[in-house]
């Protein structure tokens, strides 16, 4: 099975339908507004360890920019919306 890497960035996009967020032997990760989507089950999704802000509670794995890089390069599928 391929890996296929997700980023959402606007959960309210046309495409985010279109997802299947549950995929085996795939990553989601949340940046800017996809952090806050009350549609996205945060617990099996990475964010952004500088997107943490300070006195707001994130669910989820933070993830640095090098590990970001490292499963862009890994995918064999890349999605972003």
């Given at each position: 099975m391929k890996s296929r890497l997700v980023i959402i960035r606007n959960p309210e996009s046309s495409l985010?339908?279109?997802l299947n967020l549950s995929r085996?032997?795939?990553k989601v990760v949340l940046t800017q507004n996809g952090l806050f989507?009350?549609?996205i089950d945060k617990n099996n999704c990475f964010?952004?360890?500088n997107e943490a802000i300070t006195g707001n509670t994130i669910s989820g794995k933070a993830i640095s920019?090098?590990?970001?890089?490292?499963a862009i390069i890994d995918a064999d599928q890349l999605v972003t919306i």
């Open positions: 985010f339908g279109e085996e032997g795939q989507s009350p549609n964010f952004l360890e920019y090098d590990a970001l890089l490292d």
